[in-house]
């Protein structure tokens, strides 16, 4: 099992434009998060899904968006970046409410 | 005031050494709670849970007290490889972290 992968591992945007930050996992886990961690902070959370066409808003939601289309994707929408959105973003899976596994991260810088 | 609130660091110490982390949460309807790892630029991962009982994983113990609302980890024998942070974690619904204590490990 390759678990949890991201992509890009790293990408630099301007102040506007947008991208989407890839989460999969193989572990045919239902629960699926996103969180966002500043230098030096926790990690918060962003959004979560708890299966295939249900998401819901975490702690820090504004400025994203998320989709949960298939068990195994939860990708993370960022439009019109800015600054704040400088962070490490980590996705994170889990057999419903049990250990959380989690991605590489995407370091994520907006100029 | 943040809901899980741990000692910044670093905490230097030689190996071998033994050494103690704090965290403290503030809502006591939290259902239980956790230490995860966290290597330099990499994801946090699972150390162990935390048990009112108290448990122990080899030189690794951690404590619970519900009434304090204060979750410690103590790590024996210190090693290198134990330079990382420590991420104080509870779960309220969600999981929610600390900002994690640095500890250096030095020869």
């Known amino acids: 099992n390759a678990g949890v992968t991201q992509t890009p591992k790293f990408r630099i945007l301007k102040i506007g434009q947008s991208m989407t930050l890839q989460c999969a996992q193989d572990?045919?886990?239902?629960?699926m998060y996103w969180y966002r961690q500043d230098p030096g902070m926790g990690l918060k959370l962003i959004y979560y899904?708890?299966?295939?066409?249900?998401?819901d808003k975490g702690e820090v939601p504004n400025g994203y968006n998320v989709s949960r289309s298939t068990t195994e994707d939860f990708p993370l929408r960022l439009e019109l970046a800015a600054p704040s959105q400088t962070s490490v973003y980590f996705c994170?899976?889990?057999?419903?409410?049990?250990?959380?596994?989690f991605g590489p991260g995407t370091r994520l810088t907006v100029l | 005031r943040k809901e899980v609130e741990q000692d910044p660091g670093p905490f230097n110490v030689p190996e071998g050494a033994t050494v103690a982390f704090n965290c403290t949460y503030s809502?006591?309807?939290?259902?239980?709670f956790f230490w995860y790892r966290q290597d330099c630029r990499k994801e946090p991962k699972l150390l162990m849970s935390?048990?009112?009982s108290g448990n122990e994983d080899g030189r690794f113990t951690a404590q619970l007290n519900r009434a304090s609302q204060y979750i410690s980890l103590l790590i024996r024998d210190s090693k290198l490889s134990d330079s990382a942070t420590y991420l104080c974690?509870?779960?309220?619904?969600?999981?929610?972290f600390g900002q994690g204590t640095e500890l250096s490990v030095k020869p």
């Open positions: 974690v509870v779960r309220r619904g969600k999981l929610i």
């Open positions: 935390v048990y009112s």
């Open positions: 809502n006591s309807a939290s259902q239980s």
């Open positions: 572990m045919n886990h239902n629960y």
């Open positions: 994170a899976s889990s057999l419903a409410d049990n250990e959380q596994f």
């Open positions: 899904s708890v299966g295939a066409g249900i998401t």
